[in-house]
């Protein structure tokens, strides 16, 4: 989506299930899941830094679907849900891979927003691992990856980043705590990072992690709000 406004003329795609992102604002910042000065801080970085321009026009596509670009390069759309709904990786003719934002970083899986998914995180990167190519393509920072060697040693260290974020979001629970210690305490960004939604990312991973501590029996809730390892 960044850039888009400057791309007016261009078709646009997005998937099925994140297309109402490409059709309006309030489409996109509801995939975020932000509220009140948040959202509305939010907003205005979006269409000031970003280029955003609501593209009624977009048409949606799902897993499998090809795209003819002519002179016999043809894109696959690879649903790859988890970071959003509806993220998706890209085939591309002549041994490319487009990983879109399984961006490979020392940062790890981003999953902070309303419409991502952490199980279906783990199952897309997993599903991805397997993929044969030559060349495997970020939509940023570590831009091109040569070479499934290395692709897959990437692939496995970005992935180890959720267990870590799991084992010390644990061993925060030797005293009972709350969703809000746990944004305050800052398990995704350092404390020095003051993005207008940092809270709201810690926020739902925090969620997403005690959800599973609980399905695991890692964890209880103590009180109303308090979770305690288990």
Known sequence: MPGNGLFTDARLGIHDDDLHA?????????????????????????????????????????????????????????????????????????????LSDIDLTGFGPYYGDAWSDLEQFESSLLQ?????????????????ISGRDTFVEMCDAFTAVIARRHDAMLEFLA?????????????????????????????????LHVDRMIARGEATEVDAGRWQRA
């Open 128 to 144: 991805v691992r397997e993929e044969e190519a030559d060349h495997y393509v970020t939509f940023h920072h570590k831009g091109v």
């Open 175 to 207: 005293e009972p705590r709350t969703i809000e210690d746990f944004v305050a305490h800052r398990f995704i960004y350092r404390p020095h990072v003051d993005h207008v939604f940092a809270d709201s990312v810690e926020r739902r991973s925090a969620e």
């Open 22 to 98: 490409a059709h309006s604002l309030d489409g996109l910042l509801d995939i975020y899941g932000l509220e009140g000065t948040v959202r509305s801080d939010f907003a205005t970085t979006i269409l000031t830094e970003f280029n955003y321009a609501a593209r009624p026009d977009a048409e949606g596509f799902s897993d499998g679907d090809v795209f003819d670009l002519g002179g016999g390069v043809e894109v696959e759309a690879v649903h790859l849900p988890g970071h959003t709904r509806g993220h998706s990786g890209f085939r591309i003719s002549d041994g490319v891979f487009f």
